[in-house]
């Protein structure tokens, strides 16, 4: 028999909202594989460079999210979709809605056409849940000081707002389940929230209850 297919749970935010340290907290409760986007695979590795480092090629808008969408369909590919066809869950650090927030409502390009790119991208590989760690732009970027921003995390703080106000609207408007989790409180208490809907999932064949 084949195995259980397993779960694919996705954690978003603006940057510094504490997604890596979630996702590896919740990653070794689960067991699970954990990644991330972009740059989870060598070609990956590559694409991320292009779109992230300050001194790289100038990109269009529309070259940015094509570049985004080439990452994540390799990382399917290669990482996630292997992993949920042998049983094993995964957690990744950024999936679609990333674009979504980021090249949508962040860059303004048209929603209904990154859905579509996002679709064709993964196969149609949709989170059976995904995590939102909302939290204020402000508190975000403090966070983030020190180091060398990326080029994403040095634009403007209007681009973030928009970004996070976008992950509020996705997290708001979908059909899909999505918890939305305050992410300023301490380390353990988010991941305890995270934990308790994660929890719900695995014992509830596809619906976690409660969860918006």
Do not use: N
Not at 68 to 93: C, F, M, S
Not at 144 to 151: L, N, V
């Amino acid at each position: 028999m084949s195995p259980v297919r397993g779960r694919l749970i996705a954690l978003e935010g603006i940057d510094g909202c504490g997604k890596s340290t979630q996702a590896r907290i919740l990653a070794a409760h689960l067991g699970a594989v954990r990644t991330f986007e972009p740059g989870a695979t060598p070609l990956g590795s590559a694409l991320r460079a292009l779109v992230l480092d300050p001194g790289a090629v100038p990109l269009s808008d529309r070259a940015e999210a094509l570049l985004l969408a080439a990452d994540r369909a390799q990382h399917v590919a290669q990482v996630i979709e292997p992993a949920l066809a042998a049983g094993r869950w995964v957690v990744t650090d950024r999936y679609s809605a990333s674009t979504l927030a980021y090249q949508g409502y962040g860059r303004g390009l048209d929603r209904g056409e990154l859905e579509s790119l996002v679709a064709w991208a993964t196969s149609g590989l949709r989170p059976d849940l995904t995590v939102l760690l909302d939290l204020p732009v402000a508190v975000a970027a403090a966070r983030r000081h020190g180091g060398r921003p990326d080029r994403m995390e040095s634009e403007a703080g209007d681009f973030h707002q928009r970004v996070a106000d976008g992950f509020r609207t996705l997290a708001a408007a979908t059909a899909d389940p999505w918890l939305v989790v305050d992410a300023s409180g301490p380390v353990d208490a988010v991941a305890g929230s995270i934990r308790a809907a994660v929890d719900a999932l695995d014992g509830s064949d596809g619906d976690p209850g409660g969860v918006r």
